[in-house]
């Protein structure tokens, strides 16, 4: 599978879904599917189950944001801890920096020294 092929499932799951918490998962989603093939191919594969879409995503990090609620009527979910829920999700390992491979043979660009010039 190619990393066009999951970022096209997750943009088909986002359409009519802009400016929702659900369209905003779909593209953190995105941004952690550029990591590696084997994460790519794992959500690629995760998304053909109803259950596994970004609107499910959505609702696990809605929960933690409920819990989190103590007063008022807004809660912010930081960036990161919505990372690790969207991971847990998808069976996606955590982000270790010494293991995390190359980067996908589309996001990588060849150039000369002539380019530099």
């Given amino acids: 599978m190619s990393l066009e092929s999951v970022i096209s499932k997750i943009e088909a ?5 802009e400016n929702t918490a659900a369209f905003m998962v779909g593209e953190q989603l ?3 599917c550029r990591e590696s093939e084997m994460v790519a191919d794992l959500v690629n594969k995760d998304l053909d189950v109803s259950e596994m879409s970004i609107v499910h995503a959505e609702k696990k990090i809605k929960e933690y944001a ?3 609620q103590k007063q008022g009527s807004c809660v912010c979910v930081p960036p990161n801890v919505a990372e690790d829920i969207i991971r847990k999700f998808y069976g996606i390992p ?4 010494k ?10 660009k060849a150039f000369s020294l002539l380019d530099l010039i």
Wanted: a positive charge; zero cysteines.
């Fill in 66 to 68: 409920d819990k989190q």
């Fill in 99 to 108: 293991s995390v491979s190359k980067p996908m043979a589309s996001e990588t």
């Fill in 94 to 97: 955590a982000k270790d920096i």
């Fill in 13 to 17: 799951q986002q359409k009519g879904k």
């Fill in 30 to 32: 995105k941004d952690i």
